[in-house]
């Protein structure tokens, strides 16, 4: 049996989501050669995920060996 005082946190608190907020990196290319560092790799993009939306960074990473 709910009481009264479950009511009125039910009304002033949102219930909890299961989603959360997690970060990743996505691969922007294939596997390219950079003349800078004299390596083969891939260019990397860091994104967020935060409250149920995607944002990414630039291509601004990079990850040597493929």
Not at 48 to 61: A, D, F, L, Q
């Amino acid at each position: 049996m709910t009481n009264l005082m479950d009511k009125v946190l039910d009304r002033l608190v949102p219930r909890a989501t299961a989603a959360a907020d997690t970060s990743f990196y996505q691969y922007c290319t294939g596997c390219a050669h950079v003349d800078a560092w004299d390596a083969i790799g891939r260019w990397q993009k860091l994104c967020h995920v935060v409250g149920g939306r995607t944002s990414c960074s630039t291509c601004k990473y990079f990850e040597i060996g493929c």
